[in-house]
Structures are given as structure tokens and as C-alpha cells.
């Protein structure tokens, strides 16, 4: 008897499904030839768009499987929120209802992003203007905007989509978000730690649960991504201190009732503190043990380091390119004693197969051409993979300075086995910078100034400069340009054409002006990857044209040689750049020496001038920069050190906290200062990267410690006499160029110095 029930709705489904099939068969359409196709229901879209679409013409036989696929086509374009197919005889009637379309789309209440973040993010779920509504297609827009506050850690944000029809079959879309404030870290907590404080592992965090500079760093905001490279720096951070089995074995994130507060909770097991017994060497490592082991970073009798054993492998991979093996791999197998907690670590190398270079492909460069990036490889096309080549040719484009990151990528070529593919990406920075200056004074009346410089113009890679103006107090006209390939080989050559008038700014228009008028032609040729050599002549000239508050020296000066001085000074140089970046080093050394040399025409004398950087990386964030930059000057034949060739020192790119070019001799009777013949000049910085700035090196605070001095010559250089100061500052390479604040304050000075303690430049290293 209880099977009874279930035949009996057996029985129904049955009789349902009979006479759904018998009314099917009622409604089927017998084949027939189509005369003609009509639509109806087109506002907007175009007849051809359906037509396009219907897997049909006429002259076609027309059947219930054809119009079926017809509905489908329709229905997937997405145009039409409706199509129905009507046969009138031979006549076949497309029947459609269009979708209205989205005529606008309206913010309310947006304050946290910018408009134009959300209307790139619902264009790519298909909500646009212009483009058909579908209300599916807005409830995931909702969804969609709510997951971009999420990552603004905006849980309690509030969104409400409003649909307004306007004529001609259109709506208008309109987002009301009601923000709320953003949810905070108010605990983290970390569970099972023993070796290290709460304190000292949530040093190693970017979150946190807010500090003084959270309302820029936004720091205190939860998100999933920055827990995840937390928890990894956290892992780092272990592994880098012997805890060998060290890991992270969950982690709960719990927000308030009224979403406002977030508890970060993480669960840790530390494992035991293990020290490296030994390194032993197996596989193949081509006959060049002794090379290899000399490769080795970890340390014997230390605690066991990941960063150390990472480095191996790299330094083995490296060395293994050296020799064309870009496929070779190292596994690092460890042999863990737990009961004396020591671990020996088996490095099995297998350098596989030699490769080749098949492609170089170049990437990222929008405005640079392809063959300034080219031209700087030392890696060949068709040529066997040398890892060393390939890192060179990524330092030398880096330090073109033209771009803000450089990447090289090794790609295996399809169904082959000893070729690769090289692809270099390069992030393009701002190279040119304008300026555009006019003031107005009862002294000056109107002043001009213009400037343009490109060091990568019209993305050839040649620099040009051109530096205007009218200010009466210094005019200047300056034009530069340089083809750094001026032959293929590398010859580098600079022309200079300058006509600078310069008058000190006493407020006096009648005071002393010096005017200089010359041009130059400079080559450069390399004589190493990172060694150049240059030589080239200057012609100028030099009027000093008499006035008030004539310095006496100036006037013993023009006494003996007259108002007017010529000289044809021969340029020798020699520059070493071994910086892994031009734009921001941060290893590497720079060295530059220049020499002039004229022995003939009413100036004659040498002046020399030597520079040495060094960038140390102490860590991953902090750098630091030591820079020395000395000069020296000589009468020659008889002939005094000419005062308009004098060394200036003092503020930004010297001493700073002191005015530009006031650290050195000056004219006693009016405080002029004259410069000097000699010159010392030495910075030390530490440069840190910018709270929440991540791994931007374009943006950097830095401390530094300066001193130096201007002497003159036939003044005793004495280092008693130099000055020197201590401050911070801050740098940034910004679409106008290189941008430095500092604020200094002397260590040592005297009271007739001229102090300034907050300065700003463009364009300056030091």
C-alpha cells in the first residue's frame, strides 16, 4: 500500500509530459522555403546587426532547429531583452524588443575615489554609456563597486543603484554610496611566539594599528594583500634566524558589528632553532667545484639563513649563465638532525642544456626608440646566453637614466630545446623638463626666464638643453646638445654655445657685471663598459665691465691683464660609472675627472676637478652615499688663477644649511663673495624610502652630513676652516625633474657665515 502514492504521481508526470510533447507537435512548423525575412521592433540598432546574426537567408529552407539557433543568436548579442518568430506563410516575422540603452551614468556621495577609477572598473562588467542595460549586469556593478571599497577597507559602505527611463527607450543609471568611515586595525596579535617579542615581529609588518603618519600611509586599513606580504616578511624574518620548520599555521580577521574595528589574529609555530654542520656539493658543476664553492654564502656554524641559501642558488645560477646554461637548476635538499637541531644542506646542480639567444624583444618603450635601448646591449642576437652580457646590458640601459624600472625576462622557445627569447621591459620616465618664469620689480621692471631640457629628445637618446634669460642681474643664453652615438662605436659629441652675463644682486643695476661669450666641442669615447675618456677645446671670452662695488680683487685683476680676457682652454677628461642606476642608485661607485688646460691667450691656466661617489646598500630600505668632489686651480706661465674660473661652495649639491656659493673668500670691503681656487667638498646620506611609499625609489627621505669650503690661491687649505652641518631632507624624481628639500643645520661655522637652513633645488645629486 505505500507504493501507491509514488505510482500515482509516476502516473501524472507521465500524462504531463504526453501532453506537453502532443502540444509541441501542435505548434511545430512544417519546413518551408523562405520568401522573405521582415523586423520588427529595430529603434536603435541597425537592421543589418540581425540579419548579420540569423543563421538564415532567403532562398533558405526555414525549420524549428534553425529558428531555435536564430532566437540563441539573437538572445547573445545581448541587444534585446526579447525575440519571438512569427510565420506568416512563407514570410518569416522577427519580432524583437530592444534593451534600453544607458544614457548616463550618475555619481552620489563618491569621496574616497576618483570617478574615473570606478568608471573604468564597471566599464569592464559591462556598465557604460551607450551600452544595453541589463539588470543583471547592474546588480553586478553593486557588487563589483562594493569590492573596490572593500579594498579601501570601506566594509561598511552602502551602495544603491536607481534606474530612471528617459525618451527614446534609454535609462539613467545613478550609484548613491553612502562611504561610511573606513575600518581600522584596532589588534593584531600573534599566537605561539617564544623566541621573539609581539613588538619585535610587528615591527616586520606594514599594517599596524595606526601611528601619527596613518592618515597618509593608510597603514591602520586592513587588506587581504598586505596581510599576505606581511605574513611573508614575517616568514622571512624566521627563516632568516635558524627557525628552519617555521610556520604560519592560520590566521582570523574579525570586524566589529558595526564594521568600524578589525582584530587580526595570527597562529605560529616556531620550531626549533637549527645551525648549518655543513654544505656538500653534488651533480654536475662542469669541472669548476672550487668556482662554485667559492660561490657559497652560507655559513658554516651559523644559524640557518634563507636569504644566505637563496643567494647561493642565484650566485650558482648566475655563474652557471656565464657558460650559455640559462636552463640550469639547483635544488637545495637539507639533511636535518633534530636531535642535536643541525641541518647539512646537499646542493644537486643539473645545468641541463647550453642555450642560445633566438630573439631580443623590447617592451614598455612608448616614446623611446627601439635602437636606443638596442645599442646598449651587450648581449647578442644568435649568440651563445652569457648570464654576465645580460646583466650588463640591463645596468648600461638602466643607467641611460631615461627610465624608472628596467626588467630583463628569460622565455624557453616552444618545441625547442637550446633556444630562448629575451624580453626587456622598461618603465619610461619624464626626460624633459620646462620652465616658464616672469617677475616684475621697480629695479628689474619685467624678467624673462625660459628653459627646456631633454636628455632623451624626440626618443633618440641624445640630450639637448636650452636655457633663456632676461633678468638684468644674470642673462643668460645657453644651447647643449649631445648624440651619445655620434659614431657607432660609441664616440660620444657635445657642443656648447653660451653668452651669460652675471651681475651680484645688490639691488644696484650700475654695480660690476661679468660677461662670457664661447663654444665648445667635447668627444667621449669609451674605452671600457664603464670607463670613458673625453677630450675637446673651448673657445671663450670674458669682459669684466667696471661699476660699483668693484671688488679690489677685480680691480688688481684688470690692472695687470685689462678689462677683456681670451682663452682657448683644451678639456681632458675620464669618467668611470659603475651605479647599477643612473636615476636611483643604490650599489655601485661613480668616479668623473676634468681637466682645462689653456696655454695660450690672456687666460692661462689649469683647472682640475675631481668626484667620487659610493652607494652601499645596508639593507633592503636603506643606502647609504658617501660623495667627495675636490678642485684645484693654477696660474700658469706667470699668470694669476683668472677669479671668473673660481670654485663656489655652499648649499644644495655642496654644504648645505649655508647660502649657495657663500663658503669661502670674499671681498673685504663689501662682503662680495669671490669663490676660491681650490675647493673641498664631502656628503655622507642615508637614504630610506618615503612612509608608504613600498618600493618606489623615486621618492626617498634621507639624513646627511656635509662639510667643505671654497680657498683661495694663495690661501693654505686647512681643514680647520671648513664647514659643516647635519639634516634631513627629502628626494624625489618628479615629472619636472629631480626635486631635493633639505633642512640643515650647521655644526660648524663661523658669525659672519650666511646660514639658510631650509633649501630646495632642481636637477642637484648632492
Known amino acids: 500500500m505505500k507504493f501507491f502514492p509514488n505510482r500515482f504521481r509516476l502516473q501524472q508526470v507521465c500524462v504531463s509530459v504526453l501532453a506537453a510533447l502532443s502540444t509541441m507537435s501542435a505548434w511545430a512548423i512544417e519546413p518551408f522555403k523562405l520568401r522573405d525575412i521582415r523586423i520588427e521592433g529595430l529603434q536603435r540598432i541597425e537592421s543589418g546587426t540581425v540579419f548579420a546574426s540569423l543563421p538564415f537567408r532567403i ?51 563618491l569621496k574616497e575615489f576618483d570617478k574615473d577609477v570606478l568608471v573604468k572598473a564597471l566599464k569592464e562588467v559591462g556598465i557604460s554609456e551607450g551600452r544595453p542595460f541589463d539588470k543583471a549586469l547592474a546588480d553586478k556593478a553593486e557588487q563589483e563597486l562594493k569590492r573596490q571599497y572593500i579594498t579601501r577597507s570601506l566594509y561598511g559602505a552602502e551602495v544603491m543603484t536607481t534606474v530612471t527611463p528617459v525618451e527614446r527607450n534609454r535609462v539613467k543609471l545613478t550609484f548613491t554610496v553612502t562611504e561610511g568611515g573606513p575600518s581600522k586595525i584596532k589588534e593584531i596579535r600573534i599566537n605561539g611566539n617564544q623566541a621573539f617579542s609581539q613588538d619585535t615581529l610587528k615591527d616586520q609588518f606594514n599594517l599596524d594599528v595606526g601611528n601619527w603618519l596613518s592618515w597618509y600611509t593608510k597603514s591602520d586599513r586592513y587588506s587581504r594583500t598586505k596581510l599576505n606580504a606581511d605574513l611573508e616578511s614575517l616568514r622571512s624574518y624566521y627563516l632568516a634566524r635558524g627557525f628552519l620548520e617555521f610556520r604560519v599555521d592560520s590566521t582570523q580577521v574579525a570586524i566589529s558589528p558595526d564594521k568600524q574595528d578589525i582584530s587580526i589574529t595570527i597562529n605560529v609555530t ?41 643567494e647561493t642558488t642565484k650566485a650558482f645560477n648566475d655563474y652557471f649563465g656565464k657558460f650559455g646554461y640559462a636552463f640550469a637548476r639547483i635544488d637545495v635538499r637539507p639533511e636535518i638532525d633534530r636531535v642535536n637541531n643541525r641541518v647539512n644542506f646537499v646542493l644537486q646542480a643539473d645545468p641541463s642544456r647550453r642555450a642560445y639567444v633566438r630573439r631580443i624583444n623590447v617592451a614598455g618603450n612608448n616614446r623611446t626608440r627601439d635602437e636606443v635601448i638596442r645599442r646598449e646591449f651587450r648581449q647578442l642576437e644568435s649568440a651563445w646566453y652569457d648570464g654576465d652580457k645580460i646583466k650588463l646590458s640591463r645596468d648600461r640601459v638602466d643607467r641611460l637614466g631615461f627610465f624608472t624600472d628596467v626588467n630583463i625576462e628569460t622565455q624557453e622557445v616552444p618545441a625547442t630545446t637550446d633556444q630562448v627569447d629575451l624580453t626587456i621591459t622598461v618603465v619610461e620616465k619624464p626626460t624633459g623638463s620646462v620652465s616658464l618664469g616672469a617677475g616684475f620689480s621697480s629695479t628689474e621692471k619685467v624678467a624673462l626666464s625660459f628653459g627646456i631640457r631633454q636628455e632623451n629628445a624626440f626618443g633618440s637618446g641624445n640630450y639637448l638643453a636650452t636655457e633663456v634669460n632676461t633678468s638684468r642681474f644674470n642673462r643668460t643664453i645657453v644651447v647643449s646638445t649631445t648624440d651619445p652615438y655620434f659614431t657607432p662605436e660609441g664616440i660620444s659629441r657635445t657642443i656648447d654655445l653660451f653668452h651669460r652675463t652675471n651681475r651680484p644682486y645688490l639691488g644696484d643695476l650700475n654695480a660690476y657685471s661679468l660677461v662670457s661669450s664661447g663654444a665648445g666641442l667635447r668627444f667621449g669615447v669609451p674605452f671600457s663598459e664603464i670607463d670613458t675618456v673625453f677630450f675637446g677645446v673651448n673657445y671663450e671670452q670674458t669682459t669684466i665691465n667696471p661699476g660699483t662695488n668693484l671688488p679690489n680683487a677685480y680691480v688688481e685683476y684688470i690692472q695687470q691683464f685689462g678689462y677683456s680676457s681670451n682663452s682657448l682652454p683644451l678639456t681632458v677628461g675620464w669618467a668611470r660609472d659603475g651605479r647599477d642606476s643612473a636615476l636611483v642608485p643604490n650599489r655601485g661607485m661613480l668616479q668623473r675627472f676634468n681637466a682645462d688646460f689653456s ?13 667620487i661617489q659610493q652607494y652601499t646598500p645596508l639593507s633592503k630600505k636603506f643606502t647609504l652615499a658617501l660623495n667627495a668632489d675636490l678642485g684645484w686651480g693654477q696660474g700658469v706661465s706667470g699668470r694669476p688663477y683668472p677669479l671668473f674660473k673660481n670654485y663656489f661652495v655652499g648649499g644644495l649639491g655642496s654644504v648645505r644649511g649655508f647660502q649657495q656659493s657663500t663658503l669661502g673668500p670674499s671681498d673685504s670691503s663689501n662682503s662680495i663673495f669671490l669663490g676660491g681656487a681650490k675647493k673641498i667638498v664631502m656628503n655622507a646620506e642615508l637614504l630610506a624610502p618615503f612612509p608608504g611609499a613600498g618600493s618606489d625609489r623615486t621618492l626617498r627621505l634621507f639624513t646627511f652630513a656635509d662639510t667643505g669650503r671654497a680657498f683661495g690661491e694663495n690661501e693654505k687649505v686647512s681643514l680647520k676652516e671648513l664647514r659643516s652641518s647635519f639634516g634631513v631632507g627629502l628626494s624625489w624624481i618628479s615629472p619636472m625633474g629631480p626635486l631635493r628639500f633639505s633642512y640643515a643645520v650647521p655644526l660648524k661655522r663661523q658669525d659672519t657665515d650666511k646660514i639658510q637652513k631650509l633649501q630646495f633645488q632642481i636637477g642637484t645629486s648632492f
Open 599 to 611: 696655454a695660450t691667450g690672456d687666460s692661462r691656466y689649469i683647472r682640475s676637478n675631481y668626484q
Open 270 to 310: 616556531e620550531g626549533e632553532r637549527f645551525v648549518v654542520s655543513g654544505v656538500k656539493l653534488e651533480g654536475n658543476y662542469l669541472g669548476k667545484e672550487d668556482e662554485f664553492k667559492a660561490l657559497v654564502k652560507i655559513g658554516l656554524g651559523q644559524p640557518f639563513n634563507a636569504e644566505t641559501v637563496t
Open 59 to 109: 532562398g533558405d529552407t526555414y525549420n524549428d532547429e534553425v529558428g531555435a539557433s536564430a532566437i540563441r543568436a539573437l538572445f547573445a548579442l545581448g541587444l534585446f531583452k526579447d525575440v519571438r518568430l512569427d510565420a506568416q506563410g512563407d514570410v518569416l516575422v522577427v519580432i524583437v524588443e530592444e534593451r534600453p540603452s544607458i544614457s548616463e551614468v550618475e555619481w552620489v556621495g
